[in-house]
Every structure is written in C-alpha cells, then in structure tokens.
C-alpha cells in the first residue's frame, strides 16, 4: 500500500484540506481528510470501509501519518553542520580542484625517496618537487593530504593539490607504499597510546622491516637511489637485479692465523626474500640460491663496520675451509696473498662396516671412521683430537643410518648386534646393505653371508574352463610344489619375506608368490587343494582372478579362450549383442538398456547380481525388459518376483503395462487362495512341460517324405488356432497335426509374491524350478536369520537378482546375506567372512581388505547415482493436483464439526479443562 500523489488546500479559518490516491493491491482509492491544528477533523474515502468504519480506515490513516512526517521535516527546528560533514564537503571541493589543475599542470610532482642505513636499521625519508626538491617533514600530515586531496605549500616554487594522480606515474606506486607505511605507523601508535599518554608527532622518515624491504627495491630496480649510512656519508646507486661476484680477500695474519675480508665500499641489506649488496654505484637484488649461501656469511663480515674483516685462527682454518669458503667461493672473486689453502684442506673422511655371525638369527657390525692415519670408533668418539677436522654432516648422516637398522650395542664392545629379530634381519639385508655400501666400505665374512634374501622366482599361473568351474594350475620356478606350499601356508601379509629353512629369507613383497597367497587366501584354497596339482573354484571368480593375476608382478598368466570369453563378455556390456525387445526399444532410456544388457550377461555366464541403481531410476523396467526377452526366447519359463506386500499389486500394474504379453498371476489372498493358485500354476506347468515333450516326439516321427506344402500348412494351422485362444482369453490351446492333436496347457509366467507370503507358503513352492527369482527391496533380507531371507533362499531358480537402492545400510553383513542369496558362497561362510572381510574393514580400517571385498563383489553389483545419468533423464515436470472432497464426504464432515461445536458450547468451565483433551483427539 502506497500514496500515489496528494495535494494540500487552505480553507476558511485555517482549516487545511489534503487529498490523496492511494494504491492496495491493484485497486486506487481515493482520499480526503480535513485538519484544523493537529486534529483531524473529518475525512472519507472511497474503500467499503472509508464511511462505515469506527475510525479512520488505513489508507486514511496512511496519509495523515505521511502528512505529520512532512510538517516536521517543514518545522522551526534549529539544524547546524557538523565537522563531519564540513570536511567530507571540503574533500569532495578539493578533489574537483584538484582534478582540474592536475589537467592544467605541465609538468608532474616528482616523489625521491632516501635510503639511511645506520645500526643494522633502515628508515625511508622522501623528498619532492618539480625543479627544486623540498623534504617532507611531515609525512602524517603528507598522508592527510593525499587522502583528501588538500594543497599544501613546501615553498614558494611548489604549492599543490595532492593526489596520487599529481604525482608522476613511476612515482605513483612508491606513493602508495609510503601512504601504506603511514597507516600502519599509525595503527601502531594508537595501540600503543593506549596503554601510554602520548600524541603523535610529526613523522620524517619511515622504518623499513625487512617485508617492506623487498618491495621498496622492487618498486626502485633500474632506478637511481640515494643511500645515506650512519656516519653521514652519502653514495647514489642503481638498484639492478643481476649475479655479483663478491669480491673476497684472504691474508696471513699474524702468527697463527688467516684474515678474511671484502672491500670496505661494500654495504648490505637483508630483506625477507633475500639480501641486497651494494658498493659505490649499484645495489645488487642477490637470488634466493645467493641469498642462502652468501647470507651468513655477509652478516658476520659486515659487522665490522671499519674494516670488513674476519679473523681465523690456524685450528679453525680446515673447518672454515670445509664449511663456509667452499659454499660462498661459486659466488665470490676470491684473491688470496701469502697463504697456501690447500695445506688446510681436511683430511676425507672413509668408513668402514664389517658384517659377522655367529647363527642363523644374529648379525654384528663393527664400524670403524677414519681421517688420514687416524681411525676411531663411532661408538667411542670422545677421544678424537680437536686437530682433526671433522666432517660432522657425514658423521651424523652415518650415525643416522646406524641406528636406523642397528638398535642395541653388543655389551661394551665396539660391535652393534642384531639378535633374534627376523623383521629387523630382513630390512638390513633388503635396504640396509646398499645404504650401508653408498657410505662405505662393507666387509661381510662368509657365516654373514649365508644370511641373505632370495629373490622371488617366476610364478606360472594356467587358468581353464570347465563347465561351471575354473580349473587353476601354479607353479614356481626353481621350487617344487611342497615348498611353494610351505611359503603359501606360512603367508603373513603383514610381512615381506617368508623365512625358509635355511636361514634364507625370500623376498615375497608385492611380486608372484604374495600375489598367488592373497589370492588362495582370498578364495580360501586349502593346501590338500593345492597338492593335488589343479584347483577348481567357480566361474564367477573368473573377473576376479584376471584382476588379480593381471595387477601382480613377477607372475606369467595362462588362460583358456573359455575364459577370455567370459572376461571380455563381463567387461563390455554396453557392446554386447544381446538386442532389447522392440515393444521397449523406445521406452528404455539409454542407461537402462545398459542395465537390461549386464543382467543378461550375468544370465548368459550363470552369474546373479544386484541392480542397485538409485531410487527413481527404473530398476523395474530393467527387470521387465529381461522377462519380455526371455518369454520370446523360452515361452515356457517361469519367473517368480517378491517384494514388500505394498509392492505386489505395483509389480502387476508396470508388467501389464509395459509387457502385457506376459501372463502374470499375483499369489495373494487366504492361505487356501494361494495354496490352490500356486497347485494349479504347478500342475499347468508340468502339464505344459508333457504336452512340449509329447509334442517333440511326434515331430520327431513325422515321415520324412511328407511335402513342403503339407508343413506349411500345419504351421499355418497351429498359428490360426494360437491366435483364435489368445483371442478369446482361453486357457487351453490346440495345436493340430496330422496324426493327432496335442494340448499344450498356458500357464503364469510370473508368479509376484511378498516376503511375508512367501515365508508362510515356502512348502507349496517346492515342485517349481523357477528360470529367474527377483527380489525387490532387497535390504528385507539383509538379516540372514529371519524367515524371509532363508525363505527366499530356499526356492530354486537358474538365474537370481536382488534390487535394491541400499545394498549396504548399516553393516557389512547385509551384503553377505543378499551375495548368499543370489550365489551361495560367492562371498564364503558368515565366520570366514566376518574373519577376512568385516571384522578387518570395520575394526581395524583395513585399506588391503576394502579392496579385495571391492573387486570379488564389483562384477556383480550395477549401482547408478541420478548423478551419473543426468544427460538420459528427462526434464522435471511438477503437476499440482487438488483434492476435493466428494459430496458425501463434505456432508460427514459438516455433520462432525456441528455437533462438535454443540459439545463444546454446552460445557462448563470446570468441565472444559479436564476433558478438552478428549474432544481435540477426536
């Protein structure tokens, strides 16, 4: 609601009249109140409430509130200009002022700033000005001035409007770094006058940390920089970012020593990112490789501001020689008078590591250090003379490897010991050895040497098909089959070798041998299996164990093309040639048609599966389209479906719907009904099954010598009178030939049942032998000791599926329970599998474990998320649907609550509040 447009009118004796339009809604009302004073004295308008209504309607009301807001805007009141707001008038003035002479100037405000070096510190002040330069002796106030664009005068040559856009556009970035220190030297100093009485002060130079160090060279490279140092002395340079040899001098001194020097021009500056080394005419930006070796020795030689010099006495000569000369001299012009260095170069340091044993679980190492002539013990190096240069990194770097594989010393011998630890063993003869070599010398005598790692032989791995099972061969080459034996039985995969009688250990880390023990570790083949020569395990491990035997190394794989076939079949579902019916061609969306064709591989190789696409993605359909392609192929078959009770009826209505060829047959009602439905649907179809028997044999007896003409006119016959019955809705068909005429009974081919039915009447299926079982909502199941799913389990089908939108909802058992349903033992017992599969994954957060559950069970589950599908499925449409109540509804209903409401008016207060309860539930 909204006031359109109003107007005001004076009358007789100050009376004042205001009309309005005002806007609700889409209607326009129209307005008039009459005001003498602050009192309304009447009004009207033109809603249904502008005359009959007890006071003022609310358009009335909303014009007279907006017309009190007007006259106090319109009042005496005094009203005055803050500082505030006089400034911000000031700044915006000034900025236009600004602006113009910035466009009338010819020649920009030039900002030079000065470098001063004084105790390790450095500090910035600025100088400005076109011809002539000022200094600026206040930077807080030269700040104040940018930021509101004041002039200020430095002299009688430079009067200026500041801004940044004043000044020249090399300079403009500099300016804003200096206006950045301000501001930051003032939020310190507010912190700090907090906490003490002070006032801030003109401010004249600026302190650079050593962040704002490597912006300010940064901002200055290729220009000219004033630099003025402690003393007072001045030396303008050209910031450059190049390589500088520095230029090293070394000198006797004294008797007993050496000096180090640089030139005494030479200054320097540390920054954050590096340093910055100047002499009398540049200032060089050094890398972060220059930086890194050149630093500390820099902040110690410049330390001593006179002569730039370090003094090294003749015992610490080698060290200076080993550690600091040797790093710096890549970067340094080195001069040297007076002193041979090379008689300072250390002496190397060469060690030694000799290997003994005294048995099959013990190994000792002596090591033995040496410079020149001089040989120590590692163990007992507190008597080395100071004479010797030591190379300490080397030194710590062996004693980092020595007690990487050696933990206990022998006594107070100079021997470290390795004693009854075949995992500590095993890692000094597979890593330990070669770290050992790249250090040293390595001695190992000959009772050592006995203990040492085999490498892994060639393991052979000949897989072939045969009917239902797979027929597995494994050899090792160089090992008889009782010792690969021995190895695979002893496996531990939480180890890298297996420990063989002699003493040898035999590397099975991540090759053949751990390969093919996960894999009978896995499969849980025993060892009486494997002695037999050949192994037999199902076909449905046949993707599994190409995953396996493909990823291991060291292992050759044989397979048969029975196998290959398989393999390929399960791993290009979406090439496969298995063709969807053409009632569904143009139902099924793409990914479904994928689905159809991975359930009929499944069917094709005898496998079962879980169709676990996400809820809403057509799993049903999928299902059906298998049924319609099956009844094409095999008319004959039998499929039983069972799923939650709210479900069956939904089963019949989208088979009927999308396969109405199929006849279908819902086992529902009393336990007699379904007792009687499922007799007759048994007897029918042993019928059926006698008649096609019957009906083969006399084909089989035809005379051989009956015409071409005389058979097509049979088979004209039989499908006249097959479409006559399918016409009519008749049960029985009548197929004629020449010798006689056999019946062949119709019978349901697909029975849909519910969990809860299917346990109560399990007795009544026992004559069927189903094609395909499905169960729907599998996760009715995912308790393998309720009725349900041992009911389910107990019917017999050639093919099984389970879908399910939550294959796993809580525990990993559920997938052992819906995989023991569609292949029993797939996934092995409930023990084994609680032992290798869910106890490791859910207890211990096995990663090893998690991945081989993932590949035994892949193949065999199909899940899509919306996600994953988005392209195929269709755009969203939203139909809002209202229900009404029928006549007789609104009837019942207006007789409630009448009768109700007479309840509630005849009661008493005391009544109402102990029995209100009661009438509100009802």
């Known amino acids: 609601m909204k006031i359109m447009e109003s107007a005001t009118s004076t009358f007789w004796k100050g009376e004042q009249g205001i009309q309005a339009s005002v806007q609700d809604g889409d209607r326009l009302y129209k307005v008039n109140l009459y005001v003498k004073g602050s009192q309304v004295r009447d009004y009207s308008c033109s809603c249904v409430n502008g005359n009959s209504y007890k006071g003022m309607c609310a358009h009335a009301k909303l014009v007279w509130e907006q017309w009190k807001k007007e006259q106090e805007l319109h009042s005496g009141r005094p009203v005055s200009t803050s500082q505030e707001i006089r400034t911000m008038i000031r700044e915006y003035t000034n900025r236009e002022v600004a602006k113009i002479i910035e466009d009338s100037e010819e020649t920009e405000i030039r900002l030079v700033p000065r470098l001063m070096l004084k105790n390790g510190s450095a500090s910035l002040e600025f100088k400005l000005g076109r011809d002539r330069f000022y200094i600026i002796k206040d930077l807080l106030a030269f700040a104040e001035a940018v930021r509101t664009g004041a002039s200020v005068s430095y002299g009688k040559q430079l009067t200026f409007h500041h801004s940044l856009n004043a000044f020249a556009q090399e300079d403009r970035e500099l300016c804003a770094l200096l206006l950045e220190l301000v501001q930051v030297y003032q939020e310190h100093f507010e912190q700090f006058r907090k906490s003490s009485f ?87 930006c050094l890398d972060e490789m220059e930086s890194r070796e050149l630093g500390v020795f820099l902040e110690q030689v410049l330390k001593d501001k006179k002569s730039h010099t370090l003094d090294i006495q003749d015992r610490d000569i080698p060290l200076f020689y080993e550690r600091v000369l040797q790093k710096i001299l890549p970067y340094a012009e080195l001069t040297v008078n007076d002193v041979d260095l090379e008689s300072y170069r250390p002496k190397e340091l060469k060690a030694q590591f000799s290997f003994d044993s005294t048995g099959p679980d013990e190994i000792t190492m002596k090591p033995l250090l040496s410079y020149g002539d001089f040989s120590f013990s590692p163990l007992n190096d507190d008597k080395v003379p100071r004479i010797i240069c030591r190379d300490v990194p080397a030194e710590f770097k062996i004693s980092q490897v020595i007690t990487k594989y050696f933990q206990y010393r022998d006594g107070e011998s100079e021997f470290l010991v390795i004693r009854g630890d075949e995992d500590a063993l095993y890692r000094l003869l597979s890593e330990g050895m070669e770290e050992f070599m790249s250090l040293g010398q390595v001695l190992v005598t000959d009772a050592a040497r006995k203990i040492r790692v085999l490498p892994s032989p060639q393991v052979k791995v000949g897989v072939q098909t045969s009917g239902r099972w797979l027929e597995l061969n494994v050899d090792a080459e160089g090992m008889s089959r009782s010792e690969l034996l021995d190895i695979l039985a002893g496996y531990d995969p939480k180890k890298k070798y297996y420990r063989l009688k002699s003493g040898e250990f035999l590397d099975v880390d991540e090759n053949g041998l751990m390969t093919v023990a996960r894999m009978t570790d896995s499969l849980g083949i025993g060892r009486e299996e494997l002695l037999s020569g050949t192994v037999k395990v199902p076909v449905y491990r046949a993707l599994y164990l190409d995953c396996m035997l493909k990823e291991g190394n060291g292992i050759t794989f044989y397979r048969d093309n029975l196998f290959r076939a398989v393999v390929r079949g399960m791993k290009s579902v979406e090439d496969s040639d298995y063709v969807v019916p053409d009632s569904l061609k143009q139902v099924l969306r793409g990914y ?51 799923c939650p009770a709210s479900l069956v009826y939904n089963w019949e209505n989208e088979l009927k719907r999308f396969a109405p060829g199929l006849t279908v047959q819902t086992v529902t009602g009393t336990a007699p009904e379904r007792e009687e439905i499922l007799r007759q649907a048994a007897e029918v179809k042993a019928e059926a099954k006698k008649q096609a028997a019957k009906s083969a044999e006399a084909n089989s007896m035809e005379p051989v010598t009956k015409s071409v003409g005389d058979n097509l006119e049979s088979i004209q016959k039989d499908m006249e009178s097959v479409q006559d019955s399918l016409k009519s809705g008749k049960e029985n068909l009548r197929v004629a030939s020449d010798q006689e005429s056999v019946t062949v009974i119709r019978h349901p081919q697909i029975l849909i049942t519910s969990y809860d039915l299917l346990k109560r009447d399990i007795a009544f299926y026992e004559p069927f032998q189903f094609r395909f079982q499905v169960i729907d909502e599998a996760q009715y199941i995912k308790n393998p000791l309720t009725q349900s799913a041992k009911s389910v389990k107990l019917i017999k089908a050639q093919t099984r599926y389970a879908l399910t939108g939550t294959p796993i909802e809580n525990r990993l058992s559920e997938l052992w329970s819906i995989f023991d349903y569609l292949m029993p033992g797939f996934l092995f017992t409930y023990s084994r599998f609680r032992k290798q599969f869910e106890t490791p994954i859910t207890k211990d957060g096995d990663g090893r474990a998690l991945e081989n559950l993932r590949r035994l069970s892949a193949p065999f589950v199909l899940r899509r998320l919306k996600k994953d599908v988005l392209k195929d499925l269709p755009d969203k449409l939203e139909t809002v649907v209202y229900s009404m109540a029928e006549e007789e509804q609104k009837q019942l209903y207006t007789a409630h609550a009448l009768a109700l409401k007479e309840e509630l008016e005849q009661m008493s207060g005391d009544t109402y509040g102990s029995e209100h309860i009661q009438y509100w539930q009802s």
Request: net charge negative; proline share 2%; aromatic share 6%.
């Open 592 to 642: 479904q048609k994928t689905g159809y064709r991975w359930l009929k591989t499944l069917d094709v190789n005898g496998f079962g599966g879980i169709l676990a696409d996400d809820m809403g993605l057509g799993k049903t359909i999928q299902i059906i389209t298998l049924l319609q392609a099956e009844a094409k192929e095999r008319p004959d078959s039998q499929t039983l479906i069972v």
């Open 198 to 284: 002070v006032t801030m002060q003109g401010l004249r130079t600026l302190n650079l940390n050593r962040a704002n160090r490597d912006r300010f060279f940064q901002l200055m490279e290729d220009r000219e920089l004033e630099v003025e140092f402690g003393d007072g002395s001045h030396v303008n340079v050209k910031v450059q970012q190049e390589c500088m040899r520095l230029p090293v001098q070394i000198c006797r001194a004294g008797r007993d020593g050496i000096a180090v020097s640089v030139d005494q021009e030479l200054f320097g500056i540390p920054g954050e990112r590096g340093w910055y080394v100047g002499d009398q005419t540049r200032l060089v």
